[in-house]
Structure formats: structure tokens, C-alpha cells
């Protein structure tokens, strides 16, 4: 399998360190407001990634971390009224239920920040011993002209990056491109006691932190979206290998291209976000991660209602291909999904490309709607689209809310049943057929039966 490596700017075949396990570390949410369909973007692309590994036979250990101290938390916390710790927490909630409703494979280990305070101390202090990093007025910087190859990531120089940025003057700091490692507390901010200080990590010394303690000094692939590439994966880079001696910390950097609305780059920071469950009130979790699959996981993703719409209609595609037919004759012609299995995994292996491997699924899907009105047995293909569908995370759920955690609409429509039921036993027919009729423009379909209301979603295809 090709895998495109951004510090080797190039798509290089994979392979890791041990032939045998995949160390994994993609970098996690900062746990201060509901999760947004960026996030979902770059965390599908992830998975994808996870389970086709681990269809190749790999062992994956996948990390993710929450940055759960942070300027915005600690100020949203202010603003509320409660801690930061349990805002943190709060949205670490929101966070799991989101990938849960996504589809998505939980991470193996979620190591929170403020709960690693002591390993993060033991780095800063090899650092500060080493003379990678200095002591200023209550803070600690990383000392970049230590670092021979810094900027290799992002492929950029010291004088590149200077010339290029408006930079702060910092008396404190020996470079101006010097990053802080540990922040001495301001007033009123949580803190941890450290020999220099009280205070709190700086957001790049925690992942290298995190990803030593769970994975080891050297990992196979570190991931997150192409916004971090600087300074956050230069600065892990620059501290991890300064730290271990270890070379590469990283054999594959991966990196997702972001989801746009409009022209821009969604972001808190912009305000134009679309929260996970504002996307899902209107599409299916299938839908939305079909989206995100037909672009490739590298190219920025217009983040369109008509896109998703779209999507919701080709989910049905492969959910009708799917659904059980009578058992064709002893006789009958075998449709062989083996040409469209080939495409879809020559697709994988040429850097996840995820809408070349959705395009023979859907062949495959037409072609088993073909056989069956043919009366051909196709059992195989059937099993193979089921099979395929479930590498790229699809797990056709008919739309009956199942699937949907949470956030399903399926518990409201019942109320409306049961509601609608006891008003046909009290003879109000009129407001009975109004719930009945406000449903089906909804696109649920009802049936009354001896045994009670039966309902389920219309099909769209
Ligand atoms: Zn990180």
C-alpha cells in the first residue's frame, strides 16, 4: 500500500517498523465546544485508514489525545461558571457519543492531558538537562537552534519562517521562533507545581509527551489535520527526537485536507461551524461519511447541503443492493464480484483513494440490482459489497435509527405513535391523521395492522 508521507513529500509504500503492528497516533480534540463536522472529516479519514490497515493484516494500537488545559477552555470555563476540568469533561462526552453515532473505532487509549502532568515534567526536565530547552522568567522554551533539521516537516527554514511571519518580540525568549514548553500560571488559571514553577504544558510537549508513554519513542504513523503541520507536528518532531536521540520519531506523517464552508476553512475561530449533531438532524451518519469518502482524504472538502443530500440517496443505492431476495434457482448464473473487489483494493493501496473504491461499490451495487431482476444468484457479491463497505466504516443500517446513537429520530416517532394511537381510541380522528400525515411528509411511512402500527422510512432511491 502507497501512503502519501508529508515529510517525505511524496506517496511512499508502506511498511512498519515491525512488518507485523501499526503504532498510530492521531492528534485529538480540544475539548471546549461540540464536536464539528471538520473533526468528523478528519476522524472518518482516520478510521478508514485504521481499518483497511487492520484488513491487511496489521495489528493497529491507535492514540488519540484530548488537550483538555488550554486558553479557551479555562476562558469558556470562566464564562460558565464551572471548572475547567469539568467543561473538558463535559465535552469529552459529546466528543465519544459523536464518534459513536459516526461509525467511528475508538482510539485504544485516550490519555488526557491534565493527567499527565508527571511524564510531561520528566520530558521538559530531559530536555532542560540536555540543553534542548531553558528556564525563562517561570516558563520553558524549546531552544530551535538546537534542533539541526528543524522546519524539515513543513519544509521550511528558520530564516524562511522568520521572513514570512510577523513576529512578537518576546524578551524572554532567546529566538522568537523558541516555543514554550511549560506556561507559568497567570492568575486565576489551574496549575500543576513544577521545578520551575507553577504552571501548565504547552499543547506540542504534550503529544510528544502522550505518544512516548503509549506508543514508545518511535511511531509509525502520526496523523492530524494539514493545519498542524505547523507548528504543532514541527514542534513534536524538534522535541521527540531531541528527547529519545531517536530518528525518525515518525515514519509516516499523515495528514487530512480540511473541510471548507464557503471559501473558508471551518473553525471555531471563524465561527462558521456545523456541529456533528446539527448534520445529523438533517442527514444519516452513512450519508455524511460517504461524503467525506468521495473526496480524497488529502483534497479540502466543500462542506455542501447538497453534497450530503446527494450522498443520502447513494447510501439507499447500497442499502437496496443489500437487501435479501428469494433464493435464486440451483441453476442460475453466479454474479462474481471478484473484478470490482480488485478495483476497489487497487484503489486502497494508491493512497487511500477512497472515491475510486466508492465508485466500484457502486458498480458492484448496479450490477446486483441487475442480477437479481435477472433472477441470477448473487450471494457472493452481496457478501463481498457487504464485506468492502464495512474497510471504508459503512454499515448500511437501514434508517430506522439504528446506528444513530442518540441521535436518532426513531424514540420521537414513536411517541408520535403511541400518541396518535390513544387519540383513535378517544375517536379524534381529525388530529389522529394530522400525526399520520405530518410523518409521511417527513418520509415515514406508516402501516396499521391487527397488530399494532408498524412504520419505517420511504425509500428515496
Ligand atoms: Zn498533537
Known amino acids: 500500500m502507497k501512503l502519501y508521507n508529508t515529510l517525505a513529500g511524496e506517496a511512499q509504500e508502506f511498511v512498519s517498523a515491525d512488518g507485523k503492528s501499526v503504532k498510530m497516533y492521531v492528534c485529538g480534540v480540544t475539548p471546549y465546544s461540540s464536536t464539528h463536522v471538520g473533526h468528523a472529516l478528519s476522524y472518518v479519514a482516520f478510521d478508514v485508514l485504521r481499518r483497511y490497515l487492520e484488513f491487511l493484516g496489521y495489528q493497529v494500537k491507535h492514540v488519540q489525545n484530548f488537550t483538555d488545559v488550554d486558553d479557551k477552555i479555562i476562558q469558556r470555563a470562566r464564562e460558565q461558571g464551572i471548572s475547567a476540568d469539568d467543561l473538558a469533561g463535559r465535552y469529552i462526552e459529546d466528543f465519544y457519543a459523536t464518534m459513536d453515532a459516526l461509525n ?16 510531561i515534567l520528566e520530558t521538559i526536565a530531559n ?6 530547552a531553558y528556564p525563562a522568567a517561570g516558563d520553558v522554551y524549546f531552544r530551535v537552534t538546537s534542533s539541526k533539521d528543524y522546519g524539515k516537516l513543513s519544509h521550511r527554514t528558520l530564516d524562511g519562517m522568520q521572513a514570512g511571519a510577523r513576529i512578537d518580540v518576546d524578551e524572554n525568549k532567546e529566538h522568537p521562533m523558541d516555543f514554550a514548553l511549560w506556561k507559568g500560571a497567570r492568575p486565576g488559571e489551574p496549575f500543576w507545581d513544577s521545578p520551575w514553577g507553577p504552571g501548565r504544558p504547552g499543547w506540542h510537549i504534550e503529544c510528544t509527551s502522550m505518544s512516548m508513554t503509549y506508543l514508545g519513542d518511535m511511531l509509525d504513523i502520526h496523523g492530524g489535520g494539514q493545519d498542524l503541520v505547523f507548528p504543532h507536528h514541527e514542534n ?29 476553512k471551518m473553525s471555531k475561530s471563524l465561527g462558521n461551524l456545523v456541529s456533528v449533531e446539527e448534520a ?13 469518502l468521495s473526496s480524497h482524504y488529502r483534497s479540502p472538502l466543500q462542506y455542501t447541503n447538497e453534497g450530503c443530500a ?6 439507499e443505492r447500497l442499502r437496496h443492493a443489500l437487501r435479501p431476495t428469494p433464493d435464486a434457482p440451483g441453476d442460475a448464473e453466479e454474479l462474481d464480484p471478484g473484478p470490482f473487489q480488485r478495483r476497489f ?24 440490482n441487475r442480477a437479481r431482476d435477472a433472477g441470477h444468484n448473487m450471494a457472493a457479491a452481496q457478501t463481498s459489497l457487504r464485506h468492502l463497505g464495512g474497510i471504508l466504516g459503512l454499515a448500511f443500517n437501514e434508517r430506522n435509527g439504528e446506528g444513530q446513537g442518540h441521535l436518532s429520530a426513531k424514540p420521537f416517532i414513536e411517541i408520535l405513535l403511541a400518541t396518535r394511537e390513544k387519540l383513535r381510541e378517544v375517536k379524534q380522528y381529525d388530529l389522529a391523521d394530522q400525526i399520520r400525515d405530518g410523518l409521511v411528509e417527513q418520509g415515514v411511512t406508516l402501516e396499521d395492522s391487527a397488530t399494532g402500527t408498524h412504520w419505517h422510512y420511504r425509500d428515496s432511491a
Not at 445529523?280 to 467525506?292: H, I, N
Open 104 to 119: 467511528i473505532q475508538r482510539a485504544h487509549v485516550y490519555p488526557r492531558a491534565t493527567q499527565e502532568i508527571g511524564p
Open 310 to 315: 446527494a450522498m443520502e440517496r447513494s447510501a
Open 127 to 132: 530536555l532542560v538537562d540536555n540543553g534542548y
Open 345 to 368: 483494493l487497487e484503489a486502497m493501496d494508491d493512497d487511500l483513494n477512497t472515491p475510486r473504491a466508492l465508485a466500484s461499490l457502486f458498480d458492484l451495487a448496479r450490477e446486483i
Open 236 to 264: 513534536e518532531i524538534a522535541q521527540s527526537e531531541a528527547a529519545t536521540g531517536a530518528q525518525p520519531f515518525v515514519r509516516y506523517w499523515v495528514h487530512n485536507g480540511l473541510l471548507q464552508l464557503g471559501e473558508d
Open 280 to 292: 445529523l438532524v438533517q442527514y444519516s451518519a452513512e450519508s455524511l461519511r460517504l461524503y467525506f
